[in-house]
C-alpha cells in the first residue's frame, strides 16, 4: 500500500462513465424539453455502471477488487460529510415546519430595499459558509429562504438560489475549518492563515464584482410587505449564525438548531413531539440522493487512485506543462489549476480533487519557484469554482432539490463562480498578487 501505483490512464474510465450517463442522460432529456431533465436519471444510478466497470478493471478476487471501493465509501470525510447532509435536512425541514423560514423571509423583506434583496442572500450565505466551513450546510439553511423571498419579491428563482449558492462558495472557500482549506494548505505545506490571506485578494474582488451585478439584476424587484407574527421563530438560523461563528462543530451547530427549533415550536405553537420527529426524518429522506451519490463517488475515487489512475494523471500533467525541461510559473499555476478543475470534474468532490492533485501540485510548484500559499489558493479557488457550476456537485442537486430547478438551469446563474474563475486566471496572467517569497 505504500508504493504508488503505476500510471494507469484506463483507472479514470470509470468516472468518465459516470460523466457520460449522468451529463450526457440530462442533456439528452434537456434537448427532449423533458421537465426537470436531469433529474430524470438519478445521479445514484448513473454511478452504478461506473462501479461495475471499476470492478471488472481491477485485479484479484471479487472480494479484493470491492475492498478499494469499499474503503473510499467509509472514508471519514465521505461519512461526515454524510452526517452533515442528514442533519442539514433535518434542520431544514423543522425550522421549516415550525414556520422559521416563512418568518425569517418576512423580516428579511421588511429590513432589505428590492434592491438589495440579491446581494443580501449572497453575503448572509458567504458569512454563514465561512463561519460554519461547509457550503452544503449553508446551501440547506439559505436556500429555502431564497425560494420565500423569490416568491414574495419580483426576482426570478434562478437568480435567488444562484445568490445563495456562490454566496456558499465564495464562504467555504474562505473558511478556516473548511475541509477544502485543510487539505490545501496541507498538501502545499503552508500556514491556513497565510493562505487565507493570499486567498482573499482574489476571491474578495471576484465577490465585490458579483455584489455589484446582484444588486444591477435585482433592481426590478419590490418587496411585498409581510406582517411577522412570530419573530422569535428567527432564533434558530442565529443560533446556527453564533454557534457558528465561535467555532463549534459543524455537526453540533445543525444539531443545536435542530433541537432548539423543536423547542421553539412546541413552546409557541402546536409542534408536538410526534411532529418533530417525523419531520426529522424527513429531513433525512430527503437527503438520501445527495448521500449515496457522495458514498458512491468516494469509492469510486478511491478505486482510481489505487488503480494507477493518479499516478497516470500526475505523468500527464508532467508531459503537458514543461517546454524544453523548463517549467515557468506560469505554466505552473495554469496547470494546477486545470488539474485541479479536471479532478473535481471527474469526482465532483471539491475535497476529494484537491486531495488528489495536491502531490503534483506541490512537486511542480517547487520546479517552478511558485509559493506554496499561491499553490494552496488556486488549488482552493479551482475547485471551488467547479464545485459551484458543475450540474451534478452535491451545492447544485441540493439547491435544485430545494427549490425544483434543473440543475444546470441552476448552473448557469452561480454568478460568482463564474466570475471567481475569470478572476483567478487574470490574477495567473498578470502575477498578482505580488508577495515576499515564504521562508
Not at 65 to 93: E, Q
Not at 109 to 129: D, E, K, R, T
Not at 182 to 198: N, P, V, Y
Not at 203 to 224: C, D, K, N, S
Request: proline fraction near 4%.
Amino acid at each position: 500500500m505504500n508504493s504508488t501505483p503505476a500510471a494507469n490512464g484506463r483507472a479514470m474510465l470509470p468516472l468518465c462513465i459516470f460523466v457520460a450517463v449522468f451529463f450526457g442522460g440530462g442533456l439528452y432529456h434537456y434537448i427532449q424539453g423533458a421537465e426537470f431533465a436531469f433529474y430524470q436519471i438519478k445521479a445514484p444510478v448513473a454511478a452504478l455502471p461506473a462501479i461495475i466497470v471499476a470492478v471488472l478493471l481491477a485485479k484479484g478476487t471479487i472480494e479484493e477488487r470491492v475492498l478499494p471501493f469499499l474503503r473510499g465509501v467509509g472514508d471519514v470525510n465521505i461519512a461526515t460529510m454524510c452526517m452533515v447532509f442528514l442533519l442539514a435536512g433535518a434542520f431544514s425541514k423543522v425550522t421549516g415546519a415550525i414556520g422559521g423560514v416563512d418568518a425569517t423571509v418576512a423580516l428579511g423583506l421588511q429590513l432589505l430595499p428590492g434592491y438589495f434583496l440579491l446581494p443580501g442572500l449572497f453575503l448572509v450565505s458567504s458569512f454563514i459558509a465561512t463561519a460554519m466551513g461547509t457550503s452544503m450546510g449553508t446551501v440547506a439553511a439559505i436556500a429555502p429562504v431564497a425560494v420565500g423571498i423569490s416568491q414574495g419579491a419580483d426576482i426570478g428563482l434562478t437568480l435567488c438560489v444562484g445568490a445563495v449558492v456562490g454566496g456558499a462558495m465564495f464562504g467555504d472557500n474562505l473558511s478556516m475549518i473548511s475541509d477544502t482549506t485543510i487539505a490545501a494548505t496541507r498538501t502545499q505545506g503552508c500556514d491556513m492563515r497565510d493562505k487565507l490571506l493570499f486567498n482573499i485578494r482574489i476571491a474578495l474582488p471576484a465577490a465585490i464584482i458579483t455584489l455589484m451585478l446582484l444588486a444591477f439584476l435585482g433592481q426590478g424587484g419590490e418587496t411585498v410587505a409581510r406582517e411577522v407574527e412570530n419573530p422569535v421563530l428567527v432564533l434558530p438560523y442565529l443560533l446556527v449564525l453564533i454557534l457558528a461563528v465561535s467555532g463549534m462543530n459543524v455537526m453540533a451547530v445543525l444539531m443545536s438548531g435542530i433541537v432548539i427549533s423543536m423547542v421553539l415550536g412546541m413552546v409557541t405553537c402546536d409542534y408536538t413531539l410526534g411532529a418533530a420527529a417525523n419531520d426529522i426524518y424527513a429531513g433525512f429522506e430527503s437527503m438520501v440522493e445527495i448521500m449515496i451519490l457522495s458514498m458512491f463517488i468516494g469509492g469510486l475515487s478511491k478505486m482510481m487512485t489505487e488503480g494507477g489512475g493518479k499516478s497516470w494523471l500526475t505523468q500527464t500533467a508532467r508531459q503537458l506543462l514543461s517546454r524544453g525541461g523548463h517549467l515557468s510559473q506560469r505554466a505552473c499555476e495554469l496547470g494546477i489549476g486545470a488539474l485541479v478543475s479536471i479532478c473535481n470534474l471527474f469526482t465532483a468532490n471539491n475535497t476529494v480533487a484537491i486531495l488528489a492533485a495536491g502531490d503534483v501540485a506541490k512537486d511542480l510548484s517547487r520546479e517552478a519557484g511558485v509559493d506554496p500559499r499561491r499553490s494552496a489558493s488556486l488549488l482552493d479557488i479551482f475547485s471551488c469554482v467547479v464545485q459551484g457550476v458543475i450540474p451534478w456537485g452535491a451545492q447544485i442537486l441540493l439547491a435544485g432539490s430545494i427549490s425544483g430547478l434543473s440543475p444546470l438551469a441552476l448552473a448557469g446563474s452561480v454568478y460568482y463562480s463564474w466570475i471567481l474563475a475569470v478572476v483567478a486566471v487574470v490574477a495567473i496572467i498578470t502575477g498578482f498578487p505580488k508577495v515576499q517569497p515564504s521562508k
